[in-house]
């Protein structure tokens, strides 16, 4: 096969069709729609790993579609009615098939690696500074997941030559994919199938967690199971006679064993903690994940100066460092505040979009007042208790007047409720200094167990 003879191929076939869809069909995915890959500290651009995840996510719904415009290509020669021609020339059939498997792979190649590309630049543009090559392997897996599923395609096609073949494959393809693909609803992804058969597809959950990635288990299980399938596929497009077609699934079935068995049988070993992203970097009292280091300089500033204020509020049941939130959660599940830290979550959009003073209040709320409900964007983001935090911390900070903390729009509460608000704050500071320093540490004792407090900071459990 020869450059000149690749580049017609090219030019006259179905074959950049497959690369276009998953190319351009991603990035329209990716940039037009403000989805939840753009939210959080798992972004799609925040970090290397969360870009090649949310990559491999997209599989979802591009794997299926590949498999049946492959199989579409593959039904070239039998619409043509050229079957019979063909196989009557002298050129070998592996050699015949080499052409358009060889074309496919290297539109898919190309249009997965340039996707690739542009999510890279943006990370390499972006805030983080932790750089790693625990990312390579889940990208190199998807691009060779489309190249094998295109060509499976291509040859399930010719050894069934029939109109309905790729409609029927794409459809079966996406119900599977999509019914048996990770969910992130537990603390680690998982799926409705046992873990195993769940991996022999390509595509992987949506990431929620900067800290998680895959397993070298799972890279070695699925790239066997792939080279199997991608050799099955050309054997069938390479295929003349129907012994050759019943041999030619004998690859497939060959590596469907030992990859089943290298495959990790629990989402506990498939889907791992990245230690080397998850280890701590601190200044001080002040420490973040070696992912997110880039946050550490401002972090730790304004850290100290809160736990200065801290201590002056709470006294001996002050906290005393401030820490990245790094604990795995269940889709919905409580945080785990502590009396002697104030955990930082980055995936909180008040903490993400917190700079300078602000984020000196945001901290000495968080630890007068700390939240057990999550606000991640894809848990709600509740607001529950942010009028409690903003009363504490203009308590705290000694203001004269309530300051509410400043929140994105999607915590906005009403007129109604501020107003409340500052009646609570007037209550408040119309007390005497050490009933107020008692009703904060009462409030801040119910916080940390995550009780209800809200009676307590108005005064109505005294009266």
Same mark, same amino acid.
């Given at each position: 096969?020869?450059?000149?003879?690749?580049?017609?191929?090219?030019?006259?076939?179905?074959?950049?069709?497959?690369?276009?869809?998953?190319?351009?069909g991603s990035l329209a995915v990716l940039l037009l729609i403000d989805g939840i890959?753009?939210?959080?500290?798992?972004?799609?651009? &925040?970090?290397?790993? =969360?870009? +090649?995840?949310?990559?491999?996510? %997209? @599989?979802?719904?591009?794997?299926?579609?590949?498999?049946?415009?492959?199989?579409v290509y593959g039904l070239r020669d039998s619409r043509s009615r050229m079957t019979e021609l063909l196989t009557t020339t002298p050129l070998p059939a592996w050699r015949r098939a080499?052409?358009?498997?060889?074309?496919?792979?290297?539109?898919?190649?190309?249009?997965?690696?340039?996707?690739?590309?542009?999510?890279?630049?943006?990370v390499a543009l972006g805030a983080t500074s932790y750089t790693s090559l625990g990312?390579?392997?889940?990208?190199?897996?998807?691009?060779?997941?489309?190249?094998?599923?295109?060509v499976f395609g291509m040859g399930l096609a010719r050894a069934v030559p029939s109109a309905l073949t790729p409609p029927a494959l794409t459809v079966l393809l996406?119900?599977?994919?999509?019914?048996?693909?990770?969910?992130?609803?537990? &603390?680690?992804?998982? =799926?409705? +199938?046992?873990?195993?058969?769940? %991996? @022999?597809?390509?595509?992987?959950?949506?990431?929620?967690?900067?800290?998680?990635?895959?397993?070298?288990?799972?890279?070695l299980g699925q790239t066997l199971w792939l080279l199997g399938l991608l050799a099955t596929g050309f054997a069938l497009l390479s295929a003349a006679t129907l012994r050759a077609r019943l041999l030619a699934v004998a690859p497939v079935l060959a590596v469907a064993a030992p990859a089943l068995l290298i495959l990790p049988a629990t989402p506990r070993d498939t889907y791992v903690i990245d230690k080397a992203a998850a280890t701590l970097v601190c200044d001080g009292p002040v420490c973040v994940t070696q992912a997110n280091r880039s946050h550490l300089p401002e972090l730790a500033s304004r850290g100290r100066d809160a736990l200065?204020?801290?201590?002056?509020?709470?006294?001996?049941?002050?906290p005393n460092s401030v820490r990245e939130d790094t604990?795995?959660?269940?889709?919905?599940?409580?945080?785990?505040?502590?009396?002697?830290?104030?955990?930082?979550?980055?995936?909180?959009?008040l903490i993400a979009r917190a700079t300078g003073a602000e984020l000196t209040r945001l901290l000495i709320a968080e630890g007068l007042v700390p939240n057990c409900a999550p606000r991640t964007p894809w848990e709600g983001g509740g607001q529950v208790d942010i009028p409690a935090q903003s009363i504490a911390a203009s308590w705290a900070l000694g203001d004269h007047r309530f300051t509410p903390l400043q929140s994105p729009d999607s915590y906005a509460y009403s007129q109604r409720e501020q107003t409340d608000d500052e009646i609570v704050w007037q209550r408040l500071m119309a007390l005497p200094p050490a009933e107020q320093r008692s009703r904060m540490a009462e409030v801040h004792a119910a916080a940390l167990s995550c009780t209800e407090y809200t009676e307590a900071l108005a005064g109505k459990a005294t009266q």
């Open positions: 096969m020869n450059a000149r003879v690749l580049r017609i191929e090219l030019k006259r076939s179905a074959a950049p069709w497959p690369g276009l869809v998953v190319l351009a890959w753009w939210q959080g500290d798992a972004g799609w651009t &925040a970090q290397w790993t =969360s870009m +090649a995840l949310w990559t491999r996510y %997209l @599989l979802s719904f591009w794997w299926p579609l590949v498999v049946g415009l492959g199989a080499a052409l358009p498997a060889g074309a496919t792979a290297l539109v898919l190649a190309s249009g997965f690696g340039l996707l690739v590309l542009v999510g890279g630049v943006q990312w390579l392997p889940i990208s190199l897996v998807a691009a060779l997941s489309l190249v094998a599923g295109a996406l119900l599977t994919t999509v019914s048996l693909r990770p969910s992130h609803d537990e &603390a680690l992804p998982s =799926s409705v +199938a046992p873990n195993r058969l769940a %991996l @022999l597809l390509p595509a992987t959950a949506e990431p929620r967690e900067m800290l998680l990635t895959l397993s070298g288990s799972v890279h200065r204020v801290l201590h002056d509020a709470l006294g001996d049941k002050a604990r795995l959660r269940a889709l919905g599940e409580e945080r785990r505040p502590s009396g002697d830290t104030v955990l930082v979550d980055f995936d909180d959009p």
